[in-house]
C-alpha cells in the first residue's frame, strides 16, 4: 500500500492544508526513542499532533516519520520496503481478524533518488496506559488485589489468543506494546507497533515468542499470576496439560534469553 487516507479524515486533511510534504516538516516533540538502522542512513521517529476544531473538541493524532528505514521482503529484495508499510498491512489484517489496532488515518510513501520517506498517521488512543507503565505505578504505590488483577490478566490473555488463533505472531510484543483501558465493567486492550507482525499459521512458534517477550520484559509478576495467564490464554480454569506444557516452552526460552 502507498497511499491511504481514512474517508472521516479525509476533508479534515484538504481544509488543514495537510499534506504529505506539510507533515513531513511539521516540527512534533518526539514520543520515545529516535530509531536509526534498518537501511542506508535510516531513521523513524513519531510524535504527536493536537487538531481543535470550531466546536472546542480536540482531537490527537500519532504521527510516524520515517527515512530509509527498510525492511527487505520476497517482492522487494533489493530496496525493501518502509517498515510503516508493513505497519498499516498489518493494522488492516489485524481489522480483519477483530483484533483492537489504532485506528489508521493516513499513510503515503515518497521515492526519491536517494531515500524513501513515509509516514503513518494513527487517532491518539485516549484514556489508554501502556503495560509497562502500569505495572511500574503499581511496583511504586502497591500492586491491586488479585480480583482487580485478574480482569486484566484475562484481557490481555483473550486478545493474545485471538492473535495466535489467526496465525498471527506481533514479534515484537513488549508490554508498552500493549495499552490498558480499564472502564467500569471491562478492560480493553489493543496491540500497537505492528511492523514486526508474521503470519506463522503452523506450530507453537509464534505463541511461545510472544508470549516468552512478553513475560521477560514484565518486571513484577508473579509465577501464579503467570500460569492463571496461560490458564485463560489456553481458555482453561485449572491446571491442566495444555497449560502446563506451553508453560514450560516459554520458561525455558525465557531462561535461554536471561542467560545470553
Not at 508499510?85 to 481478524?97: D, G
Request: charged fraction near 30%; aromatic fraction near 10%.
Amino acid at each position: 500500500m502507498k497511499e491511504f487516507i481514512a474517508s472521516d479524515w479525509r476533508q479534515i486533511f484538504i481544509n488543514r492544508g495537510l499534506s504529505f510534504d506539510f507533515l513531513w516538516r511539521l516540527p512534533l516533540k518526539p514520543l520515545g526513542g529516535y530509531n536509526t538502522g534498518r537501511g542506508c542512513d535510516g531513521w523513524s521517529t513519531a510524535g504527536c499532533l493536537s487538531l481543535h476544531f470550531p466546536n472546542g473538541t480536540q482531537k490527537r493524532l500519532i504521527i510516524k516519520r520515517q527515512k530509509n528505514h527498510t525492511k527487505r521482503t520476497i517482492r522487494h529484495p533489493f530496496r525493501g520496503i518502509p517498515t510503516l508499510a508493513r505497519e498499516i498491512s498489518s493494522i488492516f489484517l489485524y481489522k480483519r481478524f477483530r483484533i483492537p489496532t489504532p485506528k489508521p488515518v493516513f499513510y503515503a510513501q515518497r521515492p526519491a533518488p536517494d531515500s524513501t520517506r513515509a509516514i503513518l498517521i494513527t487517532e491518539y488512543l485516549e484514556g489508554y496506559t501502556p503495560l509497562d507503565e502500569l505495572v511500574r505505578s503499581w511496583q511504586e504505590h502497591g500492586w491491586p488485589k488479585r480480583s482487580e488483577r485478574e480482569p486484566l490478566i484475562r484481557a490481555i490473555a483473550s486478545v493474545l489468543g485471538k492473535l495466535h488463533q489467526s496465525g498471527l505472531q506481533h514479534n515484537c510484543l513488549y508490554p508498552k506494546h500493549i495499552l490498558i483501558r480499564q472502564a467500569e465493567n471491562e478492560v480493553l486492550v489493543v496491540l500497537i507497533d505492528l511492523e514486526k507482525n508474521k503470519w506463522r499459521p503452523f506450530g507453537n512458534g509464534r505463541r511461545v515468542r510472544d508470549l516468552e517477550t512478553l513475560f521477560r520484559r514484565t518486571e513484577g509478576w508473579s509465577r501464579t499470576d503467570c500460569v492463571r495467564f496461560l490458564n485463560a490464554y489456553c481458555g482453561i480454569h485449572r491446571h491442566k496439560k495444555e497449560s502446563l506444557q506451553l508453560c514450560r516452552k516459554v520458561v525455558k526460552r525465557t531462561q535461554k534469553k536471561r542467560q545470553r
